[in-house]
Every structure is written in structure tokens, then in C-alpha cells.
């Protein structure tokens, strides 16, 4: 664990060493600003409902952009075969590159804290089904780095991870609404799969212990098959 840890601090710091961390934080807090913002004042009700809904679909592009660099960039530099004679395992590299993401989400979602108490000045806002909404938003982000790490591990270019991570990452969050061409039968387990369907209780604020079941688990299994396919270079 304390290799792991180790990684995950060096990543972190590599974010905001870089102008990375800094340009995606800004264009995400602007864009879910102005989104948000602008159809609020358009309307009579203090919620973040709306805020809750628009983010998912940010993170399509947000979670790629932090998250394809981390493998593949070593993959391309050649420092991934260091790992081979240095004693760190395989999965403290995944796991510590995936915590630093998942740090770097956290940071953005808490600049966004402010809109939530700018949109309480205009009105009575329940905060307890903002706060839950804001874990499922975690959850849901959690689930598109895993998503993007492993498409990462698979190349060692930048911008084809980048590519991979946001076709698949917009193919979870939109498959539930193609149900409609599908045999009966396999309806259920396609829309079990979207995104969209487990993010509708984070976008009223609440949280299902089976949504939250549904996104660890898909973080388990990506990061398992990403941690297979670094561990695959061993074998070549």
C-alpha cells in the first residue's frame, strides 16, 4: 500500500506540475457553468437537478483528457519497462495512477461546491439530496477513469487511448437508449450496462446501494483488465 500511495502522490503532483490539471479543471468548471447557469435562471425552482444530469456527459471528455496520458505516455517514452526491474508490482502502478485520477476528480467537483451555495441564495435548497447527488457524480466519474485507464494501458498512444476512452465512455452512457432495437430478452441486461440508467437516482439526489454495487464493480473490472494488460508486456 505504500508503494501504491507513493504513485499516487507522484501522479497527483504531475497533474498541477503540468498545465493539464489546470486547463481540463477550467474548461470543465466553465462549461458546466455556463450550461447550468444559464437554463437556471429560466426557471422558478432552486435545484441542482439539472447540474446532476449535465455532468455525466461532460465526463465523456473529462475523464479521457486526465486519464490518457497515464499509461500510455510511459508506454511511449519507454519508462513502463522500467517497472520490470524496479520492485513495484503491477497493480500498485494501476491502482496508484488510478487513485491520482480519481483525486484529480474530486478537486474539480469540489470548485463546482460554490454553484450549489450561489444557487441557495436564491431560494431554500434541500442540501442533503445535493450531497448525495454529489457521490453518485463520484461514483459515476469513478467508473469513466476506470473506463479510461484501461484504454490508456492498451496503447501507447496519447490521443488513440484519448479516442478509445470517449467512444467507449459515450457508448455506456447512451447504449440504454437503443434498448428499443433489441430482442426482449436482451433489453434488460443492455440497459443493466448503460450508465444512464444507474445515474437517474444521482440526478435526484439519491443513492441505490445497487447503483453503487453497479459502478464499483465496473471500476473493479476495468482496473483488473488493465492491470492485465500491463502485466501482458512481461509475456512478450
Known sequence: MRTTMAICRREFKAYFNSP???FVIAIFLVMVGVLFFIPFFSQDRVSMRDFFGLAPFLF???????????????????????????????????????????????????????????????GPLDFGPVWGGYLGLLLAGA???????????????????????????MLFLMVDKFTIFLPAFLSPWVEYLGFGKHLDSAVRGLIDTRDVVFFLSFVVICLFLAFRSLESRRWR
Open 20 to 22: 493539464v490539471a489546470y
Open 143 to 169: 467508473a469513466y477513469l476506470a473506463l479510461g485507464l484501461l484504454a490508456s494501458s492498451l496503447t501507447e498512444n496519447q490521443i488513440v487511448a484519448f479516442v478509445v476512452a470517449l467512444f467507449l465512455s
Open 60 to 122: 465523456v471528455f473529462f475523464a479521457p483528457a486526465i486519464t490518457m496520458r497515464l499509461v500510455a505516455e510511459e508506454r511511449r517514452s519507454g519508462t513502463i519497462e522500467m517497472l520490470i526491474t524496479m520492485p513495484v508490482r503491477d497493480v500498485d502502478v494501476i491502482l496508484g495512477k488510478y487513485m491520482a485520477s480519481v483525486g484529480l476528480l474530486a478537486v474539480a467537483l469540489a470548485l463546482t461546491l460554490p454553484y450549489a451555495f450561489t444557487i441557495a441564495a436564491f
